[in-house]
C-alpha cells in the first residue's frame, strides 16, 4: 500500500528585517536559521523557542553572506563593509573580524572540517583563510569581474566560483589550479551549489535558466527553463534527487532531477526571492527575498511519489471533475492550481501558517565582543520589521567577558 503523499506547506511566517533578506543558512541540527540583510545585519530566528530570535548587527552597511560552522557553534557574515565578523551565535557572544578583500565580499562558506574558511568579493578573487587564526591561506584569481559566489564541495577538495564575467570555475583546493571553466553567453551565473554527492553542480542563471554540471567532464546533465525572471538561488535536497530554487519572479520552484521536470510551484513572497536553502534532514526549506519575509517550509518531499503526483496533477487539469480538486485544495489549507509546466502550483498566501504571522516574538541585540579591543557594554534589545510587528522589547544586562592579556584571539577560534 502506498504511504501518504503530502505536498510542500507552509509552516512558519517570520518578519524582522528592515532591508531584503540576501542568504540564509539553516543550523546543522536544523533548529535555528541565519539570514543576512541589506539592513547591515545577521539575524537568527530560533525554530523551537517561537518568541526569540537573536540580531547581530556590527557590519557597518549590507550584509550579502552568511553561514554556520559544520559543528553550528561558529556563525560567520560577509558584506558590503569588505569585512568578516566570525561570532558565537548567541547574545553573550565573543567576536572576531577581520578585513578580508579590497571591496564588498559577496559570499562566505566553511570547508567541512570547520578549519578553512572561503571567501568571495567584487575585487574579483576567492580567498581561502584558516579560521583559528584568520590567516590567509591562498587565493584563485582567474576571474575577470566581480565573483558572486564560492562553495566548497562536500568532501573539501574542490572550490566551485560564479563570476559575473559568466563563468563557472572549478578549482583544486590543493594545487590551487582551475581544472574547469565553462562559460554561459547567454547571462552571467548568480549562485552555486554543489550536488550532495560532490561529481554535479547547480548554477543559477541571470538568463532565467538553471543548468546542472558534471564537474569531471565538464558536461551540461540538465537545463531546466522554469522562470520566467532570473533565478538567484538554488539548492540541492540532500538525497539528491530534489533541487530548490528561487527567482525575480518571486517564486519558489521544485524540481525533480530523476524525472527531469518541476512538480512544484510555489508562491507567498511578495517580491523577488534572493534565498533559498533546506535543512540537512531535508524535512524543512526556507525561503527569503526582498519582501523582507523569512517562510519556512515543510518540505514533505520523503513522502514524495511520482505517480500519486501524476494523478493529483490530473485531478487538477480535469474540468469535469471540480469537486475532487476543491477537497484538495481544502486539504491543504491553500490556493492549489496545475501550471502550464504541469507542476502543481500552490498559494500559500491563503494557508493559516501565512496569516499567523509570528509578530510576538523579543528580538535580542548580540553582546558580541570585539578581540582585542576592550569589550564594550550591552546593547539593548529593539524593535525591527514591519509595522504591524509587536516586538516585545527585553533590558539585557551588560557581561564583561575577561580575556587574558596575551591573546590576541577569540577563545572558540
Known amino acids: 500500500m502506498q504511504g501518504l503523499f503530502r505536498d510542500p506547506a507552509l509552516d512558519r511566517h517570520f518578519t524582522g528585517h528592515s532591508g531584503s533578506i540576501t542568504q540564509l543558512r539553516f543550523s546543522p541540527e536544523g533548529s535555528q536559521i541565519a539570514t543576512s540583510s541589506l539592513d547591515g545585519s545577521v539575524i537568527l530566528w530560533n525554530l523551537k523557542q517561537a518568541s526569540r530570535c537573536i540580531r ?10 552568511v553561514a554556520w560552522s559544520p559543528k553550528g ?5 560577509a558584506g558590503h563593509d569588505r569585512s568578516v565578523k566570525i561570532w558565537e551565535p548567541k547574545v553573550r557572544g565573543v ?25 568571495a568579493s567584487d575585487d574579483k578573487s576567492v580567498k581561502i583563510w584558516r579560521v583559528a587564526k584568520r ?8 576571474q575577470t569581474n566581480w565573483v558572486r559566489a564560492a562553495k566548497f564541495s562536500p568532501n573539501g577538495k574542490m572550490i566551485a566560483t560564479v563570476s559575473d564575467d559568466k563563468s563557472l570555475r572549478i578549482y583544486d583546493v590543493n594545487t590551487g589550479e582551475c581544472t574547469r571553466t565553462i562559460t554561459e553567453e547567454r547571462g552571467a551565473p548568480r549562485q552555486v551549489a554543489w550536488h550532495p554527492w560532490g561529481n554535479m553542480v547547480a548554477v543559477a542563471l ?15 546533465l540538465q537545463l531546466y527553463v522554469v522562470h520566467s525572471a532570473p533565478v538567484n538561488d538554488v539548492a540541492f535536497h540532500p538525497s539528491g534527487n530534489f533541487l530548490l530554487s528561487g527567482s525575480d519572479d518571486c517564486t519558489i520552484r521544485v524540481l525533480d532531477l530523476l524525472e527531469g521536470r518541476p512538480i512544484y510551484t510555489l508562491t507567498g513572497h511578495t517580491a523577488a526571492v534572493n534565498a533559498v536553502g533546506f535543512s540537512q534532514d531535508g524535512e524543512k526549506f526556507a525561503t527569503g527575498g526582498n519582501d523582507r519575509q523569512l517562510l519556512v517550509w515543510q518540505s514533505n518531499l520523503h513522502t514524495y511519489d511520482a505517480s500519486q503526483l501524476e494523478a493529483k496533477s490530473a485531478l487538477l487539469s480535469s474540468s469535469c471533475d471540480t469537486s475532487v480538486a476543491s477537497v484538495y485544495q481544502q486539504s491543504n489549507a491553500s490556493s492549489t492550481a496545475l501550471s502550464n509546466d504541469h507542476s ?6 491563503e494557508s493559516h501558517a501565512y496569516k499567523i504571522l509570528d509578530e510576538n516574538f523579543q528580538v535580542l541585540d548580540s553582546e558580541h565582543t ?29 557581561k564583561e567577558l575577561d580575556f587574558k ?3 590576541t584571539s577569540p577563545r572558540f577560534f
Do not use: W
Not at 557553534?73 to 557574515?77: I, T
Not at 590567516?135 to 582567474?142: D, G, I, M, P
Not at 541571470?206 to 551540461?220: A, E, P, T, Y
Open 56 to 65: 547581530f548587527g556590527s557590519h557597518s552597511s549590507a550584509v550579502y553572506g
Open 370 to 398: 570585539k578581540l582585542p579591543e576592550t569589550p564594550k557594554s550591552a546593547s539593548k534589545s529593539s524593535s525591527v520589521g514591519q509595522p504591524k510587528a509587536m516586538l516585545s522589547h527585553a533590558k539585557l544586562v551588560s
Open 135 to 142: 590567516q590567509f591561506l591562498s587565493s584563485f584569481s582567474q
Open 206 to 220: 541571470g538568463c532565467n535558466r538553471i543548468k546542472i554540471f558534471d564537474v569531471g567532464g565538464s558536461q551540461l
Open 344 to 349: 502543481i502550483r500552490i498559494d500559500m498566501r
Open 73 to 77: 557553534n561558529l556563525v560567520a557574515s
Open 405 to 407: 592579556p596575551r591573546s
Open 95 to 119: 567576536s572576531g573580524e577581520f578585513a578580508a578583500h579590497s571591496k564588498p565580499v559577496r559570499s562566505i562558506d566553511f570547508d567541512p572540517t570547520g578549519q578553512m574558511m572561503l571567501t
